[in-house]
């Protein structure tokens, strides 16, 4: 398919965008987290309740958050003042490390991470449409991941000689280039009709289901709501069980295990997201989401084998595999079941705040093993959950690639 110069420009720019976004869309992550304890004495429970403002607006905000995407047109807008509200709330911890202050900054930082995914996932639609969705979505991931990765080495290199307080600078300066990148897409480049699910150029029908009915109606969107949030409940909490397991046994290297895990799994990541934008066209999408759960699966069990750093840090690029394909081609599966409804961003907020639900209850879950059985009881019930979504989304989930879906979608009819 050819393209014109403005649509060039702006994957460009998306590339640049997926890149630098990483550290703005993770925050401070866990490191805002070394930095509150180690710098200002604040305590786990402490954190634990600030920190909770922002899970609970950020889970409750996705639908909401997306229907406003689907209607607004200045997506460039919406996505440039996102950014500067998460550098501006991140900041704004360094400056006023207070309860409250921390408290609300969550919450804000929540509500433009949420808006800032789901606008880029609606530009990328608009600008190079449904037919070249697959590999743009999973482009975008695979340079996601690089860019994660990047980071994480940038604060394992300066950390030691600027202290932690290093990630709020490399936070602001990647906040600049995502600005930048955004404003060099052009603004003609991406047509709004695609980028909410409808054909090009057209207009919403006079007369739409409205969203919430057109969900519950849909089979292959519940199908995909539920099992994601079963790969959610096993995936969450593996990686914390895991660096529990990790401080409890060698507390002295817990950390540099925690940052070469993360690195794995980024590099992991990579690779898959990158071999789904080029075969889930041809393969379809269900026989990477099997893999996904297989994958799941199989790690749980394998955490249980050993727990010495060389073979947890190999295990963990399993987990490369399962959030590889969910990040490249969750919002693909969902352009495919929403084609011609117009509620495409609106229904990513709606599935994501499903698996959002899972992946809170995969805490309690695990704890709860932890605390009556142990560790290895805990990773084995976390691998029953995945190879449980598993076998539920062999049956009920529809493949949903080029060759099934038609111009009017699940949510369309």
């Known amino acids: 398919m050819h393209r014109n110069p403005q649509q060039q420009r702006a994957e460009r720019a998306l590339d640049v965008l997926s890149f630098v976004l990483a550290d703005v869309r993770y925050g401070l992550g866990p490191y805002g987290i070394v930095y509150l304890i180690g710098v200002h004495g604040w305590t786990e429970s402490g954190i634990a309740l600030a920190f909770s403002f922002g899970s609970v607006a950020g889970l409750v905000s996705q639908a909401p958050i997306g229907a406003m995407v689907d209607r607004v047109r200045a997506k460039r807008a919406l996505a440039a003042g996102a950014l ?38 609606a530009i990328s639609l608009g600008v190079v449409g449904p ?19 990047a980071v994480n080495l940038a604060v394992l290199a300066l950390a030691p000689f600027f202290g932690i307080a290093v990630v709020f600078w490399l936070l602001a300066g990647a906040a600049g280039l995502s600005l930048v990148a955004v404003l060099a897409i052009p603004a003609n480049a991406i047509d709004h009709s ?32 539920g099992c994601g949030a079963l790969f959610h409940m096993a995936n969450a ?44 066209n041809a393969w379809g999408r269900r026989p ?44 693909v599966i969902i352009a495919d079941l929403t084609r011609g409804s117009g509620h495409f961003n609106a229904t990513q907020g709606a599935v994501g705040t499903v698996h959002a639900i899972g992946g809170l209850a995969g805490g309690p879950i695990s ?28 049956l009920s989930m529809p493949e949903t690639g080029p060759a099934t879906v038609g111009p009017q979608a699940d949510l369309a009819e």
Not at 240 to 260: F, G, I, K, Y
Not at 265 to 272: G, L, P, R
């Open 131 to 149: 037919e070249r969705f697959a590999p743009r979505a999973a482009r975008n991931e695979a340079y996601f991941h690089a860019g994660s990765a």
């Open 237 to 280: 909490s593996m990686l914390a069980l895991v660096m529990q397991r990790a401080a409890q046994s060698d507390p002295e290297n817990a950390v540099v295990l925690a940052a070469a895990a993360m690195i794995v799994a980024q590099a992991a990541m990579i690779a898959t997201a990158m071999l789904a934008g080029v075969r889930a």
């Open 367 to 394: 704890a709860a093993c932890v605390v009556w059985a142990g560790y290895d009881a805990a990773f084995l019930a976390l691998a029953g959950i995945a190879a449980f979504g598993g076998v539920a989304f062999r």
């Open 84 to 121: 500067l509200l998460v550098a501006a709330t991140c900041l704004s911890v360094l400056l006023a490390p207070g309860f409250w202050p921390v408290a609300a900054a969550g919450v804000a930082g929540a509500l433009a991470n949420s808006t800032l995914g789901t606008t880029v996932a």
């Open 288 to 331: 990477f989401f099997l893999a996904a759960f297989a994958a799941l699966a199989l790690r749980g069990v394998l955490y249980t084998l050993s727990d010495q750093p060389g073979w947890t840090i190999a295990v963990q690029l399993l987990d490369g595999v399962g959030v590889g394909v969910f990040g490249a081609l969750f919002p």
């Open 194 to 225: 695609v980028a909410r699910g409808l054909g090009p150029g057209a207009a919403l029908p006079v007369e739409r289901t409205p969203l919430l009915p057109s969900l519950v109606a849909s089979p292959g969107i519940l199908a995909f709501a």
